[in-house]
């Protein structure tokens, strides 16, 4: 290891030498180069190999969620929303306690660890839309709901200044995470205007396959809109749609 001398300091990597700064100063050292067969035969990497195992398996999870639920999660997630998702897919994996280490996957994991997940944390949905819903999957007949009773709108609505209406949104998702595959069924409220004082009781139910081998998951949105000459446009920052996984049944 050396120590940098000199006006100018350096950061990075150049050539076989890498730059970096400590609380001892600015130092440099030679790169070390890990041979890739090493790596996947050599015993003392075993918990690297096992690392390395996890984080695909999270991040291959993380991208079927997202892909199934991409209809509302392009209207509601915050930048960070992948990241914090992989993360809770490598606590689902970590969970698994039927397979040792190295084998462990998102099926025999923890899969009701996602259940209250929110994917806008600019907008939880605790936050937005504050109704007392009751969400319930039923695994025998693929059926998926949310019941939501009446409410005063200024009650349990947070909405933008300059939105003119509401809408509630639920998807169903099934997902094979050994397969890479999925089914995902959405359903959308009428679009409610925020000048409307009391809403009456209703449901969003969507059905996907019954008596399914996979993990089921249930989310509920919601999105903002103005009214414009009679029509409605989204508001395009998104910062107040909300979105959260609400119901998850695993197997």
Avoid: C
Avoid at 31 to 56: H, I, S, Y
Avoid at 210 to 220: D, G, V, W, Y
């Amino acid at each position: 290891m050396a120590k940098q001398d000199g006006f100018v300091k350096l950061k990075g990597n150049l050539d076989d030498i890498s730059f970096y700064r400590t609380k001892d100063g600015y130092m440099a050292r030679k790169t070390v180069r890990l041979d890739p067969k090493r790596l996947e035969r050599d015993p003392a990497f075993a918990r690297t190999r096992e690392a390395m195992g996890n984080f695909k398996k999270g991040a291959s999870g993380g991208k079927l969620l997202r892909n199934a639920l991409n209809k509302l999660l392009k209207k509601a997630s915050d930048k960070r929303m992948s990241n914090r998702l992989f993360s809770k897919m490598i606590a689902v994996i970590n969970a698994d306690a039927t397979n040792k280490r190295g084998l462990k996957n998102i099926i025999d994991g923890e899969t009701e660890l996602l259940k209250d997940f929110e994917f806008n944390l600019n907008a939880p949905i605790t936050q937005s839309f504050t109704v007392k819903y009751d969400a319930s999957i039923d695994r025998v007949t693929g059926a998926l709901l949310v019941k939501i009773p009446s409410f005063i709108t200024e009650e349990v609505v947070k909405a933008p200044f300059e939105a003119t209406h509401y809408q509630v949104h639920i998807a169903g998702l099934e997902l094979d995470f050994e397969n890479g595959t999925y089914v995902s069924e959405f359903k959308d409220s009428e679009p409610f205007s925020l000048k409307a004082t009391a809403v009456n009781a209703f449901d969003l139910a969507v059905n996907l396959p019954a008596n399914s081998k996979h993990p089921l998951f249930l989310a509920l949105g919601v999105t903002f809109w103005v009214e414009d000459l009679g029509e409605l446009f989204p508001i395009k920052n998104g910062a107040y749609n909300a979105l959260a996984m609400v119901q998850v049944s695993g197997v």
